[in-house]
């Protein structure tokens, strides 16, 4: 079964987001939806780009009434010093 | 490799199906059980549909996307087409001059950013809110449009290789604590490396992701404006034209991990007014005279091709952006040096200290500047 989940992505950085392997198209207010199967272990590739200290925030939302295995969520990003991206991963499944 | 190592409902499932409703309905990430680590399956979901670890889990997945494509809508990762997140056209007063513009925003599943914007502005009738008609147009008018394209360039099975064998050598057992969150964390608490090694550990886990290029930049504009100028002809009469000016420019840039480079090209065809001259005619029964001042002549053409490039880097405690032009019509090289010392709230680099040098002028200038962020 096929769930939706909403992603909301908030960064003035540049982002990405990638689910399985796949890039994402985030619309300019940072939303996105994918869908996910039920149950099934998914995959979050994300990263932003810009000036160092720039932030980024990330967080999921399936369609009620289901739930996430996540861990540490929202999941946040930030660029260190002396660099101009970063990014990271979560591996979840909605329930 | 078999799918039910994916297929991680034959675990979840009846665990959840154990838990009451009002259990499951809470804080997902307190209560749910743990999704078995496994470095294949790690490895597996970095990998794009369509190609997997082994033959068999290859065409299983490729089914499951097949079935996947069938049930979901356009806005589905997996088949989202081009996709076009933003789209907007207005129309709005910029001191006293009316601006129409369109603009687009999109962003495709192969990781590119495409932006287009289109834009023509005009003077205002006076004490009118109507733009001035083409055959009375009294002032200028000018149309630009640009394109720009960013694109990624990633690696993210570079990445999941690294993070996933770090993951396993970690001991870790739950798939969702396998990222760059926990996994400093649970390094720290087993006691398995220092906190600068986990540092050094994790900085090259950014560099498999990013590479040394993470994205690169391209983008070209173009302009062109009408506008209307009065001279005096050399016997003193009166005349007008309106011969349009235009510039396009081209830039091709890369974004580095710790800074990024660009590359422009601008050429530009203006038109320069002459020194104004006056004409004076008596005043009928006074012995004042009616003076006006104009160009003498009419404007000259100015053409210009300037090549640019520009270094953005950043350090710890300041930035860089030293820039070198040179125009080919006037052949004249620039050079500046802005350093960024200070910050904004944000943490962005916003002024400074500036060197600058033209090859036209003898001295070397240094001034104290405040700009916006700076930005990659």
């Not at chain 2, 799918?3 to 009002?22: E, M, Q």
Request: hydrophobic share 40%; glycine share 8%; aromatic share 8%.
């Amino acid at each position: 079964m096929l769930v939706p989940v909403e992603i909301t992505f908030q960064s003035t950085a540049r982002r990405f987001v990638m689910h399985n392997g796949n890039f994402v198209p985030i619309e300019p207010s940072g939303k996105a939806t994918i869908q996910c199967q039920q149950g099934v272990a998914q995959l979050l590739l994300f990263g932003i780009e810009g000036a160092p200290g720039a932030t980024g925030t990330l967080t999921l939302k399936p369609q009620p009434p289901h739930t996430l295995k996540i861990s540490s969520h929202p999941i946040q990003v930030k660029i260190a010093q002396g660099k101009t991206v970063a990014g990271g991963n979560r591996f979840f499944a909605v329930v | 490799m078999k799918t039910r190592d994916v297929l991680i409902s034959t675990l979840l499932l009846p665990a959840i199906l154990a838990l009451p409703c009002s259990a499951v309905a809470q804080d997902s990430e307190q209560t749910e059980p743990k999704i078995p680590f496994n470095l294949e399956t790690c490895r597996a979901l970095f990998t794009p549909q369509g190609c997997c670890a082994t033959p068999q889990m290859s065409q299983k997945v490729a089914e499951k996307a097949d079935e996947t494509r069938q049930g979901l809508p356009l806005a589905a990762s997996e088949v989202a087409p081009t996709a076009t997140t933003a789209v907007a056209l207005t129309a709005t007063d910029q001191d006293g001059r009316g601006v129409i513009s369109f603009a687009s925003n999109k962003q495709t599943p192969q990781g590119s950013t495409n932006s287009l914007a289109l834009k023509v502005s005009a003077p205002f009738n006076q004490n009118q809110s109507v733009l001035a008609s083409l055959a009375g147009l009294s002032g200028d008018i000018v149309a630009s449009g640009s394109f720009s394209r960013f694109i990624w360039n990633i690696s993210p099975q570079a990445y999941g290789d690294t993070l996933c064998q770090a993951c396993q050598n970690a001991g870790i057992t739950d798939l969702t604590e396998c990222n760059e969150t926990d996994l400093p964390r649970i390094l720290q608490e087993k006691g398995l490396a220092t906190e600068s090694e986990i540092a050094r550990r994790m900085n090259s886990l950014q560099d498999a992701l990013f590479g040394r290029m993470p994205g690169t930049v391209l983008s070209f504009e173009a302009s062109a404006g009408r506008k209307e100028r009065t001279f005096f002809t050399p016997d003193g009469t009166k005349d007008k034209e309106d011969r349009s000016g235009y510039s396009f420019s081209a830039l091709g840039g890369m974004i580095l991990n710790g800074w990024s480079a660009y590359t422009r090209l601008t050429g530009k065809t203006d038109f320069k007014e002459n020194d104004k001259a006056t004409l004076c005619t008596p005043i009928t029964d006074s012995i004042l005279q009616n003076c006006t001042a104009q160009p003498l002549g009419e404007a000259k053409k100015v053409e210009s091709l300037i090549l640019a490039t520009e270094a953005r880097m950043f350090f710890r405690g300041f930035a860089l952006a030293p820039s070198v032009q040179y125009d080919f019509d006037s052949e004249v090289w620039g050079f500046e040096a802005p350093l960024f010392l200070v910050r904004n709230a944000d943490g962005g680099f916003t002024g400074g200290l500036k060197l600058a040098w033209r090859s036209d002028q003898e001295h070397l200038a240094a001034a104290v500047f405040v700009t916006r962020a700076l930005a990659p």
